[in-house]
């Protein structure tokens, strides 16, 4: 009984379903065919590929090809690419990660639009996914650009893990925002993780030596670099100096600007 009312039931949903699509006019009036149903959005043919501006900290940058055809969204891929040209993502490693941006792309190819993270523990994933994702729809609506980038704000750490005769390592830390230096961070530890301060000896006599304070000096040479697409070395020659330029040029060695035409893997793109 209680089948044979759930199979009634279903008829006469279908049947409000057909009765409402009459209302709406779907059905062809001339031909008696039911109308195709617009897309919520219809975009330019073509692929369409969207770089990060650089690398990341850790050598590798994301990037995104999308495919249009018959004016709809009908592909997407989405990795990373190291420095020495191999992804980072695929089906032999990073499972969770390749099987959530595979749900992404699927939510994606059917709502022809952004959709909302669903799992917490990818955020940084993303949020990577979306920006690049973003600028892709935009590219995708007006046909005009089918290579874009996307500026990642991106910090970039460099460590000297040999303490110094004093016992203390140093931690540089580069933020970049709009392709452009915004943040630096320079601090020196102990082996206890104890950071460096004007009461210490050695810095005592840094300040004796040399008749400057050890934080308006280094911060000096920090600022010159704000601003700035590259962190600019000290042209002293302190101890100081020299650690903080070979920190420097580690993270100028990190922030590189992703070139894609370097890749064999996009030697076809403007085909």
Same mark, same amino acid.
């Given at each position: 009984?209680?089948?044979?009312?759930?199979?009634?039931?279903?008829?006469?949903?279908t049947?409000?379903?057909?009765?409402?699509?009459?209302?709406?006019?779907?059905?062809?009036?001339d031909?008696?065919?039911?109308?195709?149903?617009?897309?919520?959005?219809?975009?330019?043919?073509?692929?369409?590929?969207?770089?990060?501006?650089?690398?990341? @900290?850790?050598?590798?940058?994301?990037?995104?090809?999308?495919?249009?055809?018959?004016?709809?969204?009908?592909?997407?891929?989405?990795?990373?690419?190291?420095?020495?040209?191999?992804?980072?993502?695929?089906?032999? @490693?990073? =499972?969770?990660?390749?099987?959530?941006?595979?749900?992404?792309?699927?939510?994606?190819?059917?709502?022809?639009?952004?959709?909302?993270?669903?799992?917490?523990?990818?955020?940084?994933?993303?949020?990577?996914?979306?920006?690049?994702?973003?600028?892709?729809?935009?590219?995708?609506?007006?046909?005009?650009? =089918?290579?874009?980038?996307?500026?990642?704000?991106?910090?970039?750490?460099?460590?000297?893990?040999?303490?110094?005769?004093?016992?203390?390592?140093?931690?540089?830390?580069?933020?970049?925002e709009?392709?452009?230096?915004?943040?630096?961070s320079?601090t020196?530890?102990?082996?206890?993780?104890?950071?460096?301060?004007? =009461?210490?000896?050695?810095?005592?006599?840094?300040?004796?030596?040399? =008749?400057?304070?050890?934080?308006?000096?280094?911060?000096?040479?920090?600022?010159?670099?704000?601003?700035?697409?590259?962190?600019?070395?000290?042209? @002293?020659?302190?101890?100081?100096?020299?650690?903080y330029?070979?920190l420097?040029?580690?993270?100028?060695?990190?922030?590189?600007?992703?070139?894609?035409?370097?890749?064999?893997?996009?030697?076809?793109? @403007?085909?």
């Open positions: 009984m209680k089948k044979l009312f759930s199979i009634l039931l279903a008829l006469i949903l049947l409000v379903i057909f009765t409402a699509c009459g209302k709406n006019n779907v059905n062809d009036r031909s008696g065919k039911i109308k195709d149903f617009k897309v919520k959005h219809e975009y330019v043919d073509g692929n369409y590929y969207i770089f990060a501006e650089k690398f990341d @900290n850790d050598s590798k940058a994301p990037y995104m090809k999308l495919t249009v055809k018959n004016k709809i969204l009908t592909s997407i891929y989405f990795n990373y690419l190291s420095t020495n040209g191999t992804l980072y993502l695929s089906d032999n @490693n990073n =499972n969770e990660t390749w099987f959530y941006i595979k749900t992404l792309n699927t939510a994606v190819l059917q709502n022809q639009d952004n959709v909302k993270n669903t799992n917490q523990d990818f955020e940084y994933v993303y949020k990577t996914y979306n920006e690049l994702l973003s600028e892709g729809l935009k590219s995708i609506k007006n046909g005009k650009n =089918n290579i874009s980038y996307v500026d990642f704000a991106t910090t970039y750490t460099a460590q000297n893990y040999k303490y110094d005769k004093n016992g203390y390592d140093a931690t540089l830390k580069v933020t970049y709009n392709n452009k230096i915004s943040k630096i320079y020196k530890k102990d082996s206890s993780g104890n950071i460096i301060t004007s =009461n210490n000896s050695y810095l005592k006599k840094f300040k004796d030596t040399n =008749n400057i304070n050890y934080q308006k000096y280094i911060q000096n040479v920090i600022d010159l670099s704000i601003g700035e697409d590259k962190v600019r070395q000290s042209l @002293n020659d302190l101890d100081i100096d020299k650690e330029n070979i420097a040029r580690k993270i100028n060695a990190k922030a590189i600007d992703f070139d894609y035409t370097k890749y064999e893997i996009f030697n076809n793109i @403007n085909m």
